[in-house]
Protein backbone atom coordinates (compact mmCIF):
# COMPACT_ATOMS: atom_id res chain seq x y z
CA UNK A 1 0.00 0.00 0.00
CA UNK A 2 0.85 3.25 -0.92
CA UNK A 3 2.14 5.77 2.37
CA UNK A 4 2.00 9.62 2.78
CA UNK A 5 4.14 10.84 5.54
CA UNK A 6 2.59 13.47 7.00
CA UNK A 7 5.56 16.47 6.39
CA UNK A 8 4.19 16.10 3.11
CA UNK A 9 0.63 18.77 3.69
CA UNK A 10 -0.60 21.80 1.92
CA UNK A 11 -2.70 24.76 3.57
CA UNK A 12 -4.42 25.66 0.38
CA UNK A 13 -6.17 23.17 -2.23
CA UNK A 14 -5.42 24.36 -5.63
CA UNK A 15 -4.47 22.93 -9.14
CA UNK A 16 -0.85 24.50 -8.83
CA UNK A 17 -0.24 21.89 -5.74
CA UNK A 18 2.91 19.94 -6.87
CA UNK A 19 1.47 15.78 -6.26
CA UNK A 20 3.22 14.23 -3.61
CA UNK A 21 2.42 10.87 -4.97
CA UNK A 22 0.71 9.13 -8.40
CA UNK A 23 -1.59 6.40 -7.77
CA UNK A 24 -4.14 4.67 -10.00
CA UNK A 25 -7.72 3.93 -10.07
CA UNK A 26 -7.97 1.17 -7.26
CA UNK A 27 -4.85 1.98 -5.62
CA UNK A 28 -5.30 1.95 -1.51
CA UNK A 29 -3.05 4.79 0.24
CA UNK A 30 -2.77 5.72 3.48
CA UNK A 31 -2.56 9.61 4.99
CA UNK A 32 -0.70 10.53 7.98
CA UNK A 33 -2.50 13.58 8.79
CA UNK A 34 -1.48 16.29 11.46
CA UNK A 35 -3.99 17.99 13.98
CA UNK A 36 -5.91 20.75 12.77
CA UNK A 37 -2.85 22.82 14.54
CA UNK A 38 -0.42 21.25 12.98
CA UNK A 39 0.56 18.98 15.88
CA UNK A 40 1.91 22.29 16.96
CA UNK A 41 -0.33 23.02 20.24
CA UNK A 42 1.65 20.27 22.95
CA UNK A 43 1.16 20.29 26.72
CA UNK A 44 4.34 21.70 26.64
CA UNK A 45 3.22 24.61 24.64
CA UNK A 46 -0.46 25.31 25.39
CA UNK A 47 -0.55 29.18 24.38
CA UNK A 48 1.23 28.53 20.83
CA UNK A 49 -0.61 30.21 18.33
CA UNK A 50 0.03 28.49 14.64
CA UNK A 51 0.07 30.60 11.94
CA UNK A 52 -1.93 28.60 9.42
CA UNK A 53 -4.36 26.16 10.43
CA UNK A 54 -6.03 22.89 8.63
CA UNK A 55 -3.77 21.34 6.68
CA UNK A 56 -4.22 18.59 4.46
CA UNK A 57 -1.71 15.20 3.54
CA UNK A 58 -1.15 15.57 -0.15
CA UNK A 59 -2.07 15.91 -3.12
CA UNK A 60 -2.36 12.59 -4.77
CA UNK A 61 -2.42 12.79 -8.56
CA UNK A 62 -5.10 10.04 -9.80
CA UNK A 63 -3.61 8.81 -13.49
CA UNK A 64 -7.15 7.96 -14.77
CA UNK A 65 -8.95 10.99 -13.57
CA UNK A 66 -10.24 13.44 -15.70
CA UNK A 67 -11.92 16.85 -15.87
CA UNK A 68 -15.47 16.03 -15.51
CA UNK A 69 -14.99 12.28 -13.65
CA UNK A 70 -15.67 11.58 -10.47
CA UNK A 71 -13.37 10.65 -7.88
CA UNK A 72 -14.74 7.96 -5.49
CA UNK A 73 -12.85 7.73 -2.05
CA UNK A 74 -13.52 4.57 0.32
CA UNK A 75 -12.89 5.28 3.78
CA UNK A 76 -11.60 2.78 4.50
CA UNK A 77 -9.34 2.92 7.90
CA UNK A 78 -9.25 5.71 10.34
CA UNK A 79 -6.12 5.19 13.07
CA UNK A 80 -6.14 7.56 15.89
CA UNK A 81 -3.29 9.06 17.72
CA UNK A 82 -2.89 8.43 21.42
CA UNK A 83 -4.09 12.47 22.36
CA UNK A 84 -6.41 14.92 21.24
CA UNK A 85 -7.08 18.39 22.01
CA UNK A 86 -10.35 20.37 21.65
CA UNK A 87 -10.58 24.25 22.22
CA UNK A 88 -12.65 27.34 23.27
CA UNK A 89 -11.95 30.33 21.74
CA UNK A 90 -13.20 33.87 22.76
CA UNK A 91 -16.49 35.10 20.58
CA UNK A 92 -16.39 32.34 17.98
CA UNK A 93 -18.45 29.73 17.33
CA UNK A 94 -22.75 29.47 18.13
CA UNK A 95 -21.41 30.78 21.73
CA UNK A 96 -19.34 33.55 20.75
CA UNK A 97 -21.53 36.23 22.85
CA UNK A 98 -20.64 34.43 26.36
CA UNK A 99 -17.34 32.87 25.91
CA UNK A 100 -14.42 34.91 26.62
CA UNK A 101 -11.79 32.65 27.47
CA UNK A 102 -9.30 30.96 25.52
CA UNK A 103 -8.65 27.42 26.43
CA UNK A 104 -6.55 24.02 25.60
CA UNK A 105 -7.91 21.52 26.63
CA UNK A 106 -6.16 17.82 26.22
CA UNK A 107 -8.25 14.51 26.22
CA UNK A 108 -6.29 11.04 26.30
CA UNK A 109 -7.52 8.35 23.95
CA UNK A 110 -7.61 5.35 25.44
CA UNK A 111 -9.79 2.11 24.40
CA UNK A 112 -12.26 4.49 22.30
CA UNK A 113 -12.87 6.72 24.81
CA UNK A 114 -11.60 10.00 25.61
CA UNK A 115 -11.04 11.57 28.84
CA UNK A 116 -13.09 14.74 29.21
CA UNK A 117 -12.35 14.76 32.91
CA UNK A 118 -12.43 12.94 35.76
CA UNK A 119 -15.37 10.47 35.52
CA UNK A 120 -16.32 11.79 31.81
CA UNK A 121 -15.32 10.63 29.31
CA UNK A 122 -16.76 10.74 25.56
CA UNK A 123 -17.09 7.82 23.23
CA UNK A 124 -14.80 9.06 20.28
CA UNK A 125 -16.47 8.22 16.80
CA UNK A 126 -13.49 9.35 14.14
CA UNK A 127 -14.04 11.39 11.03
CA UNK A 128 -12.21 13.57 8.65
CA UNK A 129 -12.87 16.96 8.62
CA UNK A 130 -10.92 18.16 5.74
CA UNK A 131 -11.16 16.16 2.16
CA UNK A 132 -10.88 17.67 -1.30
CA UNK A 133 -9.71 18.30 -4.64
CA UNK A 134 -7.81 20.86 -6.35
CA UNK A 135 -11.29 23.62 -7.12
CA UNK A 136 -11.96 24.63 -10.22
CA UNK A 137 -10.90 28.01 -10.19
CA UNK A 138 -8.31 29.76 -7.84
CA UNK A 139 -6.89 27.99 -4.59
CA UNK A 140 -9.08 27.65 -1.86
CA UNK A 141 -7.81 28.07 1.83
CA UNK A 142 -7.53 24.26 3.39
CA UNK A 143 -9.96 26.01 6.73
CA UNK A 144 -12.90 26.46 3.83
CA UNK A 145 -15.45 24.06 2.89
CA UNK A 146 -16.25 24.31 -1.47
CA UNK A 147 -17.85 22.15 -4.00
CA UNK A 148 -14.47 20.52 -4.08
CA UNK A 149 -15.04 19.35 -0.70
CA UNK A 150 -12.35 20.74 1.33
CA UNK A 151 -13.02 21.70 5.54
CA UNK A 152 -16.68 20.30 5.24
CA UNK A 153 -16.18 18.75 9.35
CA UNK A 154 -18.87 16.30 8.07
CA UNK A 155 -19.56 13.68 10.80
CA UNK A 156 -20.65 11.11 8.07
CA UNK A 157 -17.33 11.32 6.31
CA UNK A 158 -15.74 8.42 8.43
CA UNK A 159 -14.90 4.46 7.96
CA UNK A 160 -16.97 2.40 6.34
CA UNK A 161 -18.73 5.73 4.03
CA UNK A 162 -18.02 6.09 0.60
CA UNK A 163 -17.39 9.86 -0.34
CA UNK A 164 -17.60 11.29 -4.29
CA UNK A 165 -15.94 14.01 -5.11
CA UNK A 166 -15.56 16.12 -8.20
CA UNK A 167 -12.79 16.49 -10.80
CA UNK A 168 -11.95 19.70 -12.08
CA UNK A 169 -8.23 19.30 -13.00
CA UNK A 170 -6.19 16.42 -14.52
CA UNK A 171 -5.11 13.97 -11.77
CA UNK A 172 -7.58 15.46 -9.10
CA UNK A 173 -5.13 15.90 -6.64
CA UNK A 174 -6.59 14.60 -3.47
CA UNK A 175 -5.58 15.67 -0.22
CA UNK A 176 -7.09 15.06 3.25
CA UNK A 177 -6.41 15.54 7.03
CA UNK A 178 -7.94 17.71 10.32
CA UNK A 179 -9.33 14.10 11.66
CA UNK A 180 -11.73 14.77 14.97
CA UNK A 181 -12.30 11.78 17.12
CA UNK A 182 -15.23 12.95 17.79
CA UNK A 183 -17.54 15.78 17.47
CA UNK A 184 -21.03 17.01 17.55
CA UNK A 185 -22.97 18.30 14.27
CA UNK A 186 -22.36 21.62 13.98
CA UNK A 187 -19.13 21.87 15.71
CA UNK A 188 -20.94 24.83 17.77
CA UNK A 189 -17.94 25.34 19.36
CA UNK A 190 -15.47 25.65 16.44
CA UNK A 191 -13.26 22.85 17.62
CA UNK A 192 -13.94 18.78 17.44
CA UNK A 193 -11.12 16.63 19.31
CA UNK A 194 -8.60 17.73 17.27
CA UNK A 195 -6.32 14.76 16.45
CA UNK A 196 -3.50 13.41 14.20
CA UNK A 197 -4.20 10.05 12.45
CA UNK A 198 -3.26 7.53 10.08
CA UNK A 199 -6.23 7.39 7.18
CA UNK A 200 -6.26 4.63 4.97
CA UNK A 201 -8.90 5.15 1.56
CA UNK A 202 -9.19 3.01 -1.56
CA UNK A 203 -9.89 5.79 -4.51
CA UNK A 204 -11.57 5.15 -7.93
CA UNK A 205 -12.30 6.99 -11.07
CA UNK A 206 -15.98 7.48 -11.73
CA UNK A 207 -16.57 8.15 -15.71
CA UNK A 208 -19.49 10.30 -14.11
CA UNK A 209 -20.07 13.44 -13.30
CA UNK A 210 -21.22 15.02 -9.66
CA UNK A 211 -21.21 18.38 -9.15
CA UNK A 212 -20.52 18.70 -5.52
CA UNK A 213 -19.39 16.36 -2.78
CA UNK A 214 -21.78 13.01 -1.94
CA UNK A 215 -21.42 11.11 0.82
CA UNK A 216 -22.73 7.50 1.25
CA UNK A 217 -23.03 5.69 4.63
CA UNK A 218 -24.59 2.29 5.76
CA UNK A 219 -28.47 3.57 5.22
CA UNK A 220 -28.25 7.11 3.33
CA UNK A 221 -27.23 9.04 0.72
CA UNK A 222 -26.14 12.80 1.50
CA UNK A 223 -25.52 15.83 -1.01
CA UNK A 224 -23.17 17.95 1.12
CA UNK A 225 -23.70 22.04 0.32
CA UNK A 226 -21.97 24.97 1.91
CA UNK A 227 -22.96 28.68 1.57
CA UNK A 228 -22.82 31.79 3.58
CA UNK A 229 -26.07 30.85 6.16
CA UNK A 230 -27.56 27.65 6.93
CA UNK A 231 -30.84 28.52 4.67
CA UNK A 232 -28.93 29.16 1.56
CA UNK A 233 -27.13 26.12 2.01
CA UNK A 234 -30.20 23.86 2.97
CA UNK A 235 -31.73 25.08 -0.39
CA UNK A 236 -28.88 24.15 -2.84
CA UNK A 237 -28.74 20.69 -1.06
CA UNK A 238 -32.95 20.22 -1.58
CA UNK A 239 -31.92 21.34 -5.27
CA UNK A 240 -29.08 18.91 -5.87
CA UNK A 241 -31.26 15.50 -4.46
CA UNK A 242 -34.87 16.98 -6.13
CA UNK A 243 -32.65 16.39 -9.71
CA UNK A 244 -30.90 13.73 -8.52
CA UNK A 245 -34.59 11.93 -7.64
CA UNK A 246 -36.04 13.11 -10.60
CA UNK A 247 -33.29 11.22 -12.68
CA UNK A 248 -33.23 8.29 -10.31
CA UNK A 249 -37.04 6.91 -9.67
CA UNK A 250 -38.34 9.34 -12.80
CA UNK A 251 -40.59 11.86 -10.81
CA UNK A 252 -41.60 14.69 -11.60
CA UNK A 253 -40.38 17.90 -9.24
CA UNK A 254 -43.62 18.05 -7.52
CA UNK A 255 -43.11 14.30 -6.41
CA UNK A 256 -39.66 14.35 -6.03
CA UNK A 257 -40.45 17.01 -3.40
CA UNK A 258 -43.42 15.70 -1.59
CA UNK A 259 -40.59 12.56 -1.13
CA UNK A 260 -37.68 14.69 0.20
CA UNK A 261 -40.57 16.12 2.62
CA UNK A 262 -41.18 13.13 3.97
CA UNK A 263 -38.30 11.27 4.68
CA UNK A 264 -35.31 13.33 3.70
CA UNK A 265 -33.15 14.62 6.61
CA UNK A 266 -31.94 18.34 6.42
CA UNK A 267 -28.77 17.99 8.50
CA UNK A 268 -26.14 20.21 9.91
CA UNK A 269 -22.49 19.64 9.79
CA UNK A 270 -20.40 22.67 11.02
CA UNK A 271 -21.57 26.41 11.85
CA UNK A 272 -18.15 27.66 12.79
CA UNK A 273 -16.20 27.91 9.18
CA UNK A 274 -15.66 30.18 7.00
CA UNK A 275 -18.84 29.11 4.58
CA UNK A 276 -21.31 26.40 6.69
CA UNK A 277 -21.89 23.04 5.80
CA UNK A 278 -25.10 21.50 5.61
CA UNK A 279 -26.08 17.86 3.91
CA UNK A 280 -29.60 16.64 2.82
CA UNK A 281 -29.74 12.71 3.43
CA UNK A 282 -32.30 10.31 1.72
CA UNK A 283 -32.57 6.93 2.11
CA UNK A 284 -30.14 4.41 0.38
CA UNK A 285 -32.98 2.15 -0.25
CA UNK A 286 -33.85 5.27 -2.80
CA UNK A 287 -30.60 4.55 -4.73
CA UNK A 288 -30.34 1.05 -5.19
CA UNK A 289 -31.39 -1.43 -8.66
CA UNK A 290 -33.85 -3.95 -8.40
CA UNK A 291 -31.22 -6.28 -7.32
CA UNK A 292 -29.92 -3.94 -4.18
CA UNK A 293 -26.96 -2.59 -6.11
CA UNK A 294 -25.54 0.89 -5.78
CA UNK A 295 -26.38 2.87 -9.14
CA UNK B 1 -59.07 7.51 30.50
CA UNK B 2 -60.30 10.86 30.07
CA UNK B 3 -61.07 11.50 26.09
CA UNK B 4 -61.21 15.11 23.92
CA UNK B 5 -63.51 14.67 20.46
CA UNK B 6 -61.81 16.10 17.18
CA UNK B 7 -64.74 18.45 17.37
CA UNK B 8 -62.82 20.34 20.29
CA UNK B 9 -60.79 22.66 18.44
CA UNK B 10 -58.43 25.97 18.49
CA UNK B 11 -56.74 28.08 16.07
CA UNK B 12 -54.56 29.46 18.24
CA UNK B 13 -52.72 28.75 21.67
CA UNK B 14 -54.34 31.85 24.20
CA UNK B 15 -55.17 31.82 27.64
CA UNK B 16 -58.48 33.08 26.73
CA UNK B 17 -59.21 29.68 25.13
CA UNK B 18 -61.93 28.32 27.04
CA UNK B 19 -60.76 24.65 28.64
CA UNK B 20 -62.61 21.81 27.14
CA UNK B 21 -61.73 19.41 29.80
CA UNK B 22 -60.27 19.29 33.58
CA UNK B 23 -57.34 17.19 34.63
CA UNK B 24 -55.02 15.93 37.29
CA UNK B 25 -51.45 15.74 37.11
CA UNK B 26 -50.73 11.80 36.89
CA UNK B 27 -54.05 11.63 34.86
CA UNK B 28 -53.85 9.90 30.84
CA UNK B 29 -55.48 11.40 28.47
CA UNK B 30 -56.42 10.85 24.73
CA UNK B 31 -56.62 13.46 22.25
CA UNK B 32 -58.73 12.85 19.07
CA UNK B 33 -56.99 15.04 16.37
CA UNK B 34 -57.77 16.19 13.16
CA UNK B 35 -55.30 16.43 10.02
CA UNK B 36 -53.11 19.97 9.84
CA UNK B 37 -56.18 20.88 7.41
CA UNK B 38 -58.98 19.81 9.51
CA UNK B 39 -59.69 17.34 7.74
CA UNK B 40 -61.66 19.07 5.30
CA UNK B 41 -59.27 18.42 2.19
CA UNK B 42 -60.14 14.58 0.41
CA UNK B 43 -60.37 12.90 -2.63
CA UNK B 44 -63.33 13.70 -3.43
CA UNK B 45 -62.78 17.23 -2.93
CA UNK B 46 -58.71 17.84 -3.32
CA UNK B 47 -58.69 21.51 -4.64
CA UNK B 48 -60.39 22.36 -1.32
CA UNK B 49 -58.53 25.44 0.63
CA UNK B 50 -59.43 25.56 4.25
CA UNK B 51 -59.42 29.01 5.68
CA UNK B 52 -57.51 28.20 8.73
CA UNK B 53 -54.75 25.42 9.31
CA UNK B 54 -53.10 23.33 12.21
CA UNK B 55 -55.85 22.80 14.48
CA UNK B 56 -54.58 21.86 18.26
CA UNK B 57 -57.67 19.43 20.12
CA UNK B 58 -58.01 21.33 23.36
CA UNK B 59 -56.95 22.51 25.58
CA UNK B 60 -56.71 20.42 28.98
CA UNK B 61 -56.70 22.96 32.28
CA UNK B 62 -54.47 20.90 34.54
CA UNK B 63 -55.11 21.79 37.82
CA UNK B 64 -52.28 21.18 39.79
CA UNK B 65 -49.95 23.76 37.19
CA UNK B 66 -48.89 27.45 38.76
CA UNK B 67 -47.19 29.76 36.14
CA UNK B 68 -43.38 29.00 37.08
CA UNK B 69 -44.08 25.18 36.94
CA UNK B 70 -43.15 22.80 34.17
CA UNK B 71 -45.61 20.52 32.30
CA UNK B 72 -44.46 17.20 31.61
CA UNK B 73 -46.02 15.02 29.05
CA UNK B 74 -45.26 11.85 28.22
CA UNK B 75 -46.68 10.43 24.36
CA UNK B 76 -47.60 6.99 25.39
CA UNK B 77 -49.14 6.07 22.08
CA UNK B 78 -49.75 7.77 18.70
CA UNK B 79 -52.83 5.93 16.65
CA UNK B 80 -52.73 6.78 12.76
CA UNK B 81 -55.76 6.73 10.96
CA UNK B 82 -56.31 4.98 7.57
CA UNK B 83 -54.93 7.77 4.96
CA UNK B 84 -52.62 10.44 4.97
CA UNK B 85 -51.76 13.13 2.49
CA UNK B 86 -48.78 15.27 1.61
CA UNK B 87 -48.52 18.39 -0.50
CA UNK B 88 -46.79 20.69 -2.88
CA UNK B 89 -46.95 23.98 -2.76
CA UNK B 90 -45.93 26.96 -5.04
CA UNK B 91 -43.75 29.03 -3.76
CA UNK B 92 -42.90 27.27 -0.32
CA UNK B 93 -40.62 25.50 1.64
CA UNK B 94 -36.95 25.20 0.61
CA UNK B 95 -38.19 24.58 -2.98
CA UNK B 96 -39.69 27.73 -3.82
CA UNK B 97 -37.78 28.61 -6.63
CA UNK B 98 -38.44 25.79 -8.80
CA UNK B 99 -41.69 24.43 -7.62
CA UNK B 100 -45.10 26.01 -9.69
CA UNK B 101 -47.88 23.17 -9.15
CA UNK B 102 -49.71 22.73 -6.24
CA UNK B 103 -50.45 18.85 -5.70
CA UNK B 104 -52.16 17.22 -3.18
CA UNK B 105 -51.34 13.71 -2.78
CA UNK B 106 -53.14 10.59 -0.71
CA UNK B 107 -50.99 8.02 1.12
CA UNK B 108 -52.97 4.56 2.25
CA UNK B 109 -52.01 3.97 5.01
CA UNK B 110 -51.14 -0.11 5.48
CA UNK B 111 -49.06 -1.89 8.12
CA UNK B 112 -46.89 0.91 9.19
CA UNK B 113 -46.18 2.03 5.77
CA UNK B 114 -47.76 4.66 3.09
CA UNK B 115 -47.89 3.68 -0.06
CA UNK B 116 -46.39 6.61 -2.44
CA UNK B 117 -46.90 5.28 -5.28
CA UNK B 118 -46.22 1.45 -7.20
CA UNK B 119 -43.62 0.04 -5.82
CA UNK B 120 -42.41 2.79 -3.33
CA UNK B 121 -43.31 3.04 0.11
CA UNK B 122 -42.44 5.30 3.01
CA UNK B 123 -42.29 3.80 6.89
CA UNK B 124 -44.76 5.24 9.17
CA UNK B 125 -43.02 7.40 11.72
CA UNK B 126 -45.67 9.02 13.88
CA UNK B 127 -44.94 12.10 15.67
CA UNK B 128 -46.76 15.13 16.61
CA UNK B 129 -46.66 18.58 14.84
CA UNK B 130 -48.05 20.93 17.12
CA UNK B 131 -48.11 20.47 21.18
CA UNK B 132 -48.06 24.00 23.50
CA UNK B 133 -49.65 25.37 26.55
CA UNK B 134 -51.36 28.93 26.39
CA UNK B 135 -48.53 31.86 25.70
CA UNK B 136 -47.17 34.11 28.16
CA UNK B 137 -48.46 36.94 26.12
CA UNK B 138 -50.68 37.93 23.45
CA UNK B 139 -52.14 34.43 21.26
CA UNK B 140 -50.15 33.33 19.32
CA UNK B 141 -51.65 30.46 15.89
CA UNK B 142 -50.97 27.09 15.99
CA UNK B 143 -49.54 27.22 12.67
CA UNK B 144 -46.75 29.23 14.65
CA UNK B 145 -44.06 28.02 17.04
CA UNK B 146 -42.41 29.56 19.85
CA UNK B 147 -41.54 28.88 23.60
CA UNK B 148 -44.95 27.70 24.28
CA UNK B 149 -44.48 24.76 22.34
CA UNK B 150 -46.88 25.27 19.01
CA UNK B 151 -46.08 24.24 15.43
CA UNK B 152 -42.58 22.66 15.86
CA UNK B 153 -42.75 19.75 14.08
CA UNK B 154 -39.99 18.38 15.69
CA UNK B 155 -39.47 14.47 14.73
CA UNK B 156 -38.32 13.39 18.04
CA UNK B 157 -41.84 14.23 19.78
CA UNK B 158 -43.44 10.68 19.07
CA UNK B 159 -44.08 7.55 20.91
CA UNK B 160 -41.91 7.11 23.79
CA UNK B 161 -40.79 10.59 24.24
CA UNK B 162 -41.33 13.33 26.93
CA UNK B 163 -42.08 16.78 25.88
CA UNK B 164 -41.30 19.35 29.24
CA UNK B 165 -43.27 22.70 28.45
CA UNK B 166 -43.43 25.83 30.51
CA UNK B 167 -46.64 26.92 32.35
CA UNK B 168 -47.19 30.98 31.72
CA UNK B 169 -50.89 30.63 33.07
CA UNK B 170 -52.75 28.69 35.76
CA UNK B 171 -54.09 25.46 34.27
CA UNK B 172 -51.16 25.51 31.47
CA UNK B 173 -53.87 24.96 28.83
CA UNK B 174 -52.86 21.50 26.72
CA UNK B 175 -53.42 21.05 23.41
CA UNK B 176 -52.18 19.13 20.62
CA UNK B 177 -52.55 18.03 16.62
CA UNK B 178 -51.01 17.91 13.66
CA UNK B 179 -49.77 14.78 13.82
CA UNK B 180 -47.47 13.36 11.14
CA UNK B 181 -47.35 9.71 9.74
CA UNK B 182 -44.07 10.34 8.19
CA UNK B 183 -41.81 13.46 7.47
CA UNK B 184 -37.86 13.89 7.27
CA UNK B 185 -35.45 16.58 9.91
CA UNK B 186 -36.93 20.15 8.04
CA UNK B 187 -39.94 19.33 6.16
CA UNK B 188 -38.21 20.95 3.41
CA UNK B 189 -41.50 21.03 0.99
CA UNK B 190 -43.91 21.99 3.59
CA UNK B 191 -45.56 19.42 4.38
CA UNK B 192 -45.45 15.88 5.92
CA UNK B 193 -47.63 12.76 5.73
CA UNK B 194 -50.45 14.70 7.30
CA UNK B 195 -53.01 12.61 9.04
CA UNK B 196 -56.00 12.24 11.54
CA UNK B 197 -54.76 10.34 14.93
CA UNK B 198 -55.63 9.46 18.40
CA UNK B 199 -52.66 11.05 20.94
CA UNK B 200 -52.36 9.17 24.69
CA UNK B 201 -50.85 10.80 26.65
CA UNK B 202 -50.14 11.30 30.27
CA UNK B 203 -49.78 14.77 32.13
CA UNK B 204 -47.43 15.70 35.05
CA UNK B 205 -46.92 19.01 36.51
CA UNK B 206 -43.33 19.92 37.84
CA UNK B 207 -43.08 22.24 40.59
CA UNK B 208 -39.75 23.57 38.52
CA UNK B 209 -39.09 25.79 35.91
CA UNK B 210 -38.20 25.79 32.42
CA UNK B 211 -37.89 28.57 29.72
CA UNK B 212 -38.74 26.61 26.27
CA UNK B 213 -39.41 23.48 24.97
CA UNK B 214 -37.35 20.76 26.17
CA UNK B 215 -37.52 16.66 24.88
CA UNK B 216 -36.51 13.28 26.31
CA UNK B 217 -36.25 10.65 24.19
CA UNK B 218 -33.92 7.22 24.53
CA UNK B 219 -30.97 8.29 23.97
CA UNK B 220 -31.02 12.47 24.01
CA UNK B 221 -31.89 15.50 25.83
CA UNK B 222 -32.83 18.35 23.29
CA UNK B 223 -34.20 21.76 23.81
CA UNK B 224 -35.94 23.33 21.32
CA UNK B 225 -35.94 26.83 19.81
CA UNK B 226 -37.63 28.87 17.44
CA UNK B 227 -36.31 32.22 15.31
CA UNK B 228 -36.30 34.27 12.61
CA UNK B 229 -33.33 32.49 10.90
CA UNK B 230 -31.61 28.56 11.72
CA UNK B 231 -28.44 30.72 12.88
CA UNK B 232 -30.77 32.62 15.68
CA UNK B 233 -32.26 29.25 16.94
CA UNK B 234 -29.29 27.45 17.07
CA UNK B 235 -27.14 30.43 19.04
CA UNK B 236 -30.55 30.30 21.74
CA UNK B 237 -30.17 26.70 21.67
CA UNK B 238 -26.55 26.73 22.47
CA UNK B 239 -26.73 29.21 25.30
CA UNK B 240 -29.60 27.08 26.78
CA UNK B 241 -27.41 23.81 26.55
CA UNK B 242 -24.71 25.29 28.02
CA UNK B 243 -26.25 27.02 30.97
CA UNK B 244 -28.00 23.47 32.09
CA UNK B 245 -24.84 21.53 31.43
CA UNK B 246 -22.96 24.17 33.87
CA UNK B 247 -25.48 23.47 36.32
CA UNK B 248 -25.71 19.78 35.98
CA UNK B 249 -22.12 19.01 35.84
CA UNK B 250 -20.40 21.78 37.52
CA UNK B 251 -18.15 23.25 34.58
CA UNK B 252 -17.58 26.31 33.36
CA UNK B 253 -18.87 27.83 30.34
CA UNK B 254 -15.97 27.38 28.72
CA UNK B 255 -15.68 23.50 29.36
CA UNK B 256 -19.34 23.00 28.86
CA UNK B 257 -18.95 24.58 25.39
CA UNK B 258 -16.27 22.15 24.56
CA UNK B 259 -18.70 18.98 25.58
CA UNK B 260 -21.23 20.88 23.74
CA UNK B 261 -18.73 20.94 20.46
CA UNK B 262 -17.24 17.13 21.22
CA UNK B 263 -20.78 15.73 21.56
CA UNK B 264 -23.95 17.76 21.30
CA UNK B 265 -26.08 17.48 18.21
CA UNK B 266 -27.20 20.69 16.15
CA UNK B 267 -30.69 19.38 14.59
CA UNK B 268 -33.21 20.70 12.26
CA UNK B 269 -36.80 20.52 13.01
CA UNK B 270 -38.37 22.49 10.69
CA UNK B 271 -37.71 25.39 8.15
CA UNK B 272 -40.82 26.30 6.65
CA UNK B 273 -43.15 27.66 9.75
CA UNK B 274 -43.51 31.30 9.99
CA UNK B 275 -40.40 30.80 12.52
CA UNK B 276 -38.37 27.99 11.67
CA UNK B 277 -37.08 25.72 14.88
CA UNK B 278 -34.06 23.73 15.56
CA UNK B 279 -33.19 21.28 18.65
CA UNK B 280 -29.72 20.89 20.34
CA UNK B 281 -29.12 17.35 21.75
CA UNK B 282 -27.13 16.21 24.22
CA UNK B 283 -26.96 12.58 25.54
CA UNK B 284 -28.89 11.34 28.40
CA UNK B 285 -26.43 10.13 30.52
CA UNK B 286 -25.16 13.40 30.67
CA UNK B 287 -28.33 14.26 33.03
CA UNK B 288 -28.61 11.20 34.59
CA UNK B 289 -27.73 10.83 38.16
CA UNK B 290 -25.34 8.27 39.15
CA UNK B 291 -28.22 5.82 39.65
CA UNK B 292 -29.35 5.99 36.42
CA UNK B 293 -32.19 8.13 37.46
CA UNK B 294 -33.35 10.82 35.60
CA UNK B 295 -32.88 14.70 37.42
Known amino acids: MKKIAKDQVIYAMSSENKPVLKA ?42 QVGDTLKVTIEKITLQDQALVGSYPKSGMMADWIERRMIHFLPVQENQLEFQKDLVVKTAPMIGVIGVAPEAESVA ?85 A ?32 MSLEGNSEICQVVNPFVTLRFGMPLVRFLSKEGKRS
Open 24 to 65: HSGDRICFETRDCYGDEITPQDPDRRPLQINPATGPVFVEEA
Open 228 to 259: ETMEEALKQGCYKMNQRLQKQLGLSPEMAGML
Open 142 to 226: CRKPGVHGGNMDCRKIREGSVVYLPVFHPGALLALGDVHAAMGDGEVMGSGAEIAANVTVQIEVIKETCGEPWVVDRDRVYVITS
